[in-house]
């Protein structure tokens, strides 16, 4: 009898220490289920979360880029025509970020329609060398640019001056980002988007600029 019961006790601990490893087991893949969630969750916040806004002061230098019909203007003269810009920066050999920018300008000023001649557009070339003003015509006119979306060029040092104004300058064009810089007026701060806004987001961030000025 005692060794019956020796060897039903050794049965009993295996069968409890059996059900014991199986609850940790399912215990630990619930938890790196949750786990695996709530990293999914995680990723698609950081998705949700990709465009970050601010508002900024910039100070618009002195100085002169070449504007797409070959003629050399001012920048804060172009700045200061009393309309509120929106502006961005891009070159034309661009296959990834700076397409996706101008499509959005295109939208942006179909949406308004004829009010888009109240909005002055600007886009300021990252690679002089190499986008002429004839090319910056073609290239405006691939994005149906209208009359108020005028595109920059000019020396490299000007266009470097103008991208470390305005917080742009990465050292080179390939490691440029996507920002949409929008004033109200002249003297007034800059709102500064960073990522990949939608036209209709424009214009409703244009919308709340011009309602708030």
């Not at 786990?35 to 990723?43: A, G, N």
């Not at 891009?90 to 101008?102: G, H, R, V």
């Not at 910056?136 to 000019?154: C, I, P, S």
């Not at 040092?157 to 305005?166: L, N, T």
Request: hydrophobic residues 40%.
């Amino acid at each position: 009898m005692p060794r019956r019961a020796s060897i039903a006790a050794a049965l009993a601990g295996a069968i409890s220490i059996g059900i014991g490893a199986t609850l940790v087991g399912t215990a630990h893949e619930a938890v790196h289920s949750m786990s695996d969630e709530m990293d999914h969750d995680m990723s698609h916040q950081s998705a949700a979360t990709g465009i970050s806004k601010s508002t900024v002061r910039y100070r618009v230098p002195a100085l002169t880029l070449v504007r797409q019909d070959g003629r050399p203007v001012s920048l804060p003269a172009e700045m200061d025509d009393g309309r509120p810009v929106l502006l961005n920066f891009i070159y034309t050999t661009c296959t990834s970020i700076c397409p996706l920018l101008s499509q959005t300008f295109e939208g942006f000023q179909r949406k308004l329609g004829r009010d888009a001649a109240r909005v002055h557009l600007m886009s300021i070339s990252i690679d002089p060398e190499q986008d002429t003003p004839a090319r910056l015509v073609d290239y405006a006119r691939k994005f149906h640019a209208g009359a108020e979306w005028q595109h920059y060029t000019g020396t490299l040092e000007a266009s470097i001056a103008a991208q470390r104004a305005f917080d742009v300058y990465r050292g080179d064009k390939m490691s440029h980002l996507p920002v949409t810089l929008l004033r109200a007026s002249p003297g007034k701060p800059w709102v500064r988007i960073e990522g990949f806004v939608t036209p209709d987001d424009l214009v409703r961030e244009y919308d709340a600029l011009i309602g708030a000025r």
